[in-house]
């Protein structure tokens, strides 16, 4: 799995819990969006000073901070 400098990541079907944390990099938060998908995030991202995920933050409408994986089929 290659993640290296990727600030969202996309899979078509929900990885595994240990897959998910290497993504967001730790502890996760489940935030449904449109269209039947689900994004990813780190649940202590802002407390961690991760960057700002300006894809990510554009997407849901407030800040979302450091890398984020979404699923679902497009």
Known sequence: MELKNKEIVYFD????????QKIVGGYFTIIPLSSNKTMFV???????????NKKATEMVG?????????????
Not at 13 to 20: A, H
Not at 63 to 74: E, F, P, R
Request: no cysteine; net charge negative; aromatic share 10%.
């Open 62 to 74: 407030y800040t979302i901070y450091g890398n984020v994986l979404i699923v679902g089929s497009a």
């Open 13 to 20: 079907e929900e990885p595994d819990f240990k897959d998910i």
């Open 42 to 52: 780190n649940e202590e991202g802002e407390l961690r000073q991760l960057k700002i």
